[in-house]
């Protein structure tokens, strides 16, 4: 239930312009809006009338919000313009978090970023008729000039080296992003008259049915399936920042329709392992990352890779990698506890995956040696080994998925360890 405050209606009121901004900003942060849902508003809003903050607000829901994953977006919005005092200041504040004394000593919520971002679109230009200027107090003026980056250098950049509104940037990028993968050819078959195969008892049936003689060869070909992708992320405290954006990647990749992937799961781990699938399934990214990081109580914490993925293998291995999964495993594999049991657990999680690809921000660093226990315990038993500390990264995922002979620096870094 969404925080009412209150509402004051100004001396000379336009209702009817402040709704159109109002709906202007709903649109730019994802709803779809369009001009009959406007005049259904206006003319909801007069019947309804404006005494009641409470009336208001699901007025406006009822005209604005048709699914679900909106309503959280449409809170946020109506909070910050029907009209939270300093609104603009709150704005500004989230958006330039390096800004103190205006932004207010609060977790933000979900979805919070996305309205202050559709607000602030056009910022420079004049505000709605019946909002007084002078009411909105200093005027702020913002120098993007040094935070924009083109698509060509934030590709490369280093998640962690990024600013607030690269980091937006990135996560528009990687939500553009696909994540092809080729079927497994199955054992099964299926009937194809342009197959290469012959199914001969289909073929006898044929023939009894046609007293003996033999019309032709009954043809059959090998059946395709899709496998499921796994992945499995370390939001410990070094790793915090890249599992944001693999995660952000990842709702992305679940809510693709003709991928290719069967299904789509995702855990996450530092002192436990959390299964984070069902909310990946929420189409609304901002809710659905927000109702992960609640579930997921280590964030930024310590790491036990070793138990984690031993609990993995207990409790999911057979529930997800039934169909010969792809698994992804995110990590900088320092850990602190015993090699012998972390390679334990990445042995049989190879031994169950169709194939494991891990994905190592510290590979950025050109003199990357495995030198840590963690890593040279889990390198022998994985398929692949890449970076993944930026887009370019997270978009060599699909050449590894296209070329299933290629181990990345797995060989040099081997070498180095014998």
Same mark, same amino acid.
């Given at each position: ?172 990028? @990687?939500?553009? @992003? ?45 059946? @395709? ?194």
């Amino acid at each position: 239930m969404p925080e009412f405050l209150p509402l004051e209606i100004p001396d000379a009121p336009k209702l009817t312009h402040n709704i159109i901004w109002f709906a202007r900003a709903l649109r730019k942060a994802g709803l779809p809006i369009g001009p009959g849902r406007v005049i259904d508003a206006v003319r909801a809003v007069e019947v309804a009338g404006f005494s009641s903050k409470a009336d208001f607000y699901w007025t406006l829901h009822a005209c604005f919000v048709s699914r679900p994953e909106h309503r959280t977006v449409f809170a946020q919005v109506f909070r910050l313009y029907w009209r939270d005092p300093r609104f603009l200041e709150h704005m500004m504040s989230m958006m330039l978090p390096a800004v103190r004394g205006v932004q207010e000593e609060r977790a933000g919520q979900a979805a919070e970023k996305r309205a202050a971002e559709a607000l602030l679109d056009g910022a420079d230009q004049a505000l709605p008729e019946g909002v007084d200027q002078e009411e909105q107090g200093t005027s702020i003026d913002i120098d993007a000039s040094m935070t924009m980056s083109n698509e060509e250098k934030l590709r490369t950049l280093d998640f962690e080296q990024m600013s607030t509104d690269e980091i937006a940037q990135a996560k528009r990028m @990687l939500a553009r @992003l696909k994540l092809p993968v080729q079927p497994i050819v199955s054992r099964r078959t299926r009937h194809d008259p342009s197959g290469a195969g012959i199914d001969w008892q289909a073929t006898m049936r044929q023939s009894m049915r046609q007293g003996g003689d033999l019309s032709g060869f009954v043809r059959k070909s090998r059946r @395709l399936r899709w496998p499921n992708l796994v992945v499995i992320c370390d939001i410990s405290g070094s790793m915090s920042q890249y599992s944001r954006m693999v995660l952000h990647f990842l709702h992305a990749v679940a809510n693709q329709k003709g991928a290719g992937w069967a299904k789509v799961y995702g855990f996450t781990f530092g002192t436990r392992l959390t299964n984070i699938s069902r909310h990946l399934a929420t189409k609304d990214v901002d809710a659905a990352l927000a109702a992960a990081g609640a579930e997921a109580q280590d964030w930024e914490g310590g790491t036990r890779i070793g138990d984690c993925l031993h609990s993995f293998n207990r409790d999911w291995s057979r529930r997800v990698m039934g169909q010969g999964a792809v698994v992804l495993l995110i990590t900088d594999g320092l850990d602190r506890g015993s090699p012998e049991d972390l390679a334990k657990a990445m042995q049989r999680l190879n031994m169950s995956s169709r194939r494991l690809i891990w994905l190592n921000p510290l590979l950025r660093w050109e003199g990357f040696a495995a030198k840590a226990q963690g890593i040279r315990a889990m390198l022998p038993y994985v398929d692949r080994f890449q970076a993944g500390h930026s887009i370019a990264s997270i978009e060599a995922l699909a050449e590894a998925l296209a070329r299933p002979d290629e181990v990345g620096e797995k060989s040099r870094l081997l070498q180095d360890i014998q």
